[in-house]
């Protein structure tokens, strides 16, 4: 076999589908906007009510500073098991642009009140004036279901609206 990546079916979207919705986290990169550098960080994550992935974030962290210099950033969804090769078990690599939605925005209250339903210890702090929503429009993903198991997928394949 020349190229491992296999056509994608229903098993694979589905596969998908539910790594996405049953995320509580995931990575970010995201490209430092004085080095040009990746940047790796962990936040928390769930989907708005379309379906795309959500997240809260502080102004004073590096990554809200990188995803306003450019919008541009890649998310991984997918925990190891508790046994076996982390590389064995799936996971969904999304590449998306960031979409900052601050508490001026008129879809903010109403997505405020989502993510507190998804994540009610954010009560905690959603409200301090630095943090704000950001939705992630994808554009691409790429799903790695296990060994020899990888697919190419659009935002239709999720379920998702296109990108803006």
Partial sequence: MTDPIRPTDDE????????????????????EPESGAPMVTRIALT????????????????HSKAMAAS????????????????????RLTLQARAEEIHRDAP???????????QKP??????????????????????LNGGFGRAFHLT?????LPEAL
């Fill in 12 to 31: 694979a979207r589905s596969l998908a589908r539910a790594l996405l919705d049953d995320a509580d986290h995931c990575a970010l990169g995201v490209l």
């Fill in 155 to 159: 935002p239709a394949d999720l379920k």
């Fill in 107 to 117: 879809q903010f209250p109403a997505l405020r009140d989502h993510y507190l339903l």
């Fill in 47 to 62: 989907c708005d009510p379309e379906g795309r992935p959500l997240t809260l974030v502080s102004s004073l962290s590096a």
């Fill in 121 to 142: 210890k954010s009560k905690l702090f959603i409200d301090f004036g630095d943090f704000y929503l950001v939705r992630f429009h994808v554009t691409r993903a790429f």
């Fill in 71 to 90: 919008s541009i950033v890649s998310l991984l969804v997918g925990d190891p098991g508790e046994k076996g090769d982390a590389l064995t078990h799936p």
